[in-house]
């Protein structure tokens, strides 16, 4: 059987992965390993975020060690503590959907694998449906599939469906390089190094202005996150992570008041005037929070070709603000920065 298509699943498409184990990691996944600093556009308040470890994290495999569970569902609640903990253990991530059998079985056997190594590895299981933006951010086109993530750099593993054999092989090669990387602990170790009372990975603290912008973020008032971003940015303008936050939360804002309904409308208001302003700035904001990257900054950079005056330099304002949003490194902004210079000169 092959893998499944997640545009055919109705999952906004992505790009593929490319192949290289080394890669670094996407931009949209770093913005997810930052979730406590600049929180990623993602989330939304979509969902309640449940800890790692806890119930409502969905269901773990018991560990084989008689230790830490070494299965967990994903979610943006726990992902950050997973990546922290990769630093220590291999983290493997599978990628399924409940509407793909082959997915759900690639699922179960890994569990069975991942607990029978004794707490070398950690599996977290990743419902594409349910997180879209993880697939988004592993740019993964179809599942199932498997990465890991080693010192918070993605390893493409497989895709589509494998026996425990291979799978066994697999994970085999993967604790050779992550020992090559100095990975080479186990879960009962990590879990002795850095949890808490609870069972919990210890986050590292947040300087006071971005918890502060953190909290208000969990609360809903964007208004007070950004306040809290501009005022760590006042104290030291050098501090990417609240620009990057400012900019993430200030995009928060725009769409929270948006319906669906309202959404399609400003869609087909852009396509008919494609010199309105509000339109494309609107729109370009929907697919940038969509995942729809370059659909995005490409709209931008072709309003700002096209037109001249305050307009102009109002998308081009904005226009940088979704380069911090998505990543000033991502490979996606760099061909738009370059697109914005031709347009520009």
């Known amino acids: 059987m092959t893998a499944v298509p997640l545009a055919a699943a109705g ?18 996944a770093a913005n997810l390993l930052n979730l406590r600093g600049a929180v990623d556009l993602s989330s939304l308040k979509q969902r ?9 994290a969905g269901s773990q495999q018991p ?25 220590q253990v291999p983290v493997v991530i599978a990628l399924w959907a409940p509407y793909s059998p082959e997915s759900t079985s690639m699922r179960d056997t890994l569990e069975q694998v991942v607990a029978s190594y004794a707490g070398k590895l950690v599996l977290g299981t990743a419902d594409v449906e349910a997180f879209p933006q993880l697939a988004q951010a592993f740019q993964v086109q179809a599942v199932p599939t ?38 080479t602990g186990s879960l009962d170790a990590a879990a002795a190094a850095g949890e808490g009372a609870d069972g919990e990975p210890e986050p590292a603290p947040l300087p006071p202005l971005h918890q502060a ?23 030291m303008p050098a ?12 995009l928060m804002a725009r769409l929270q008041p948006l319906a669906a309904e309202e959404s399609d409308a400003l869609r087909r208001r852009a396509a008919d005037e494609p010199d309105s302003l509000d339109a494309q700035l609107g729109v370009a904001d929907l697919d940038i929070a969509g995942g729809h990257i370059e659909d995005g900054l490409h709209r931008l950079v072709a309003f700002i070709g096209r037109n001249f005056g305050p307009e102009r330099e109002t998308a081009r304002v904005r226009l940088l603000e979704l380069f911090d949003v998505v990543g000033v ?6 061909k738009a920065r370059q697109a914005l210079a031709r347009v520009l000169f």
């Open 63 to 87: 560990p084989a060690n008689g230790g830490q569970p070494v299965s967990v569902s994903v979610n943006e609640g726990n992902f950050q503590q997973l990546v922290e903990l990769s630093a």
């Open 146 to 183: 498997a990465v890991a993530v080693i010192k918070g750099q993605p390893v493409p593993l497989f895709e589509g469906g494998a026996e425990e054999t291979q799978i066994r092989g697999i994970l085999d090669e993967l604790l050779k390089v992550a020992a090559a990387n100095g990975v």
């Open 48 to 56: 309640p975020a449940a800890p790692a470890g806890s119930a409502a």
């Open 11 to 28: 999952v906004a498409r992505v790009e593929s992965m490319s192949s290289p184990a080394s890669r670094p990691v996407p931009p949209a």
């Open 239 to 250: 501090d990417h992570e609240a620009k990057a936050g400012l900019a993430q939360v200030e």
């Open 213 to 235: 912008a953190f909290d208000a973020i969990e609360a809903g008032d964007y208004d007070a996150a950004a306040a809290a971003y501009r005022q760590a940015l006042n104290e």
């Open 329 to 334: 490194s991502d490979e996606r902004v760099a």
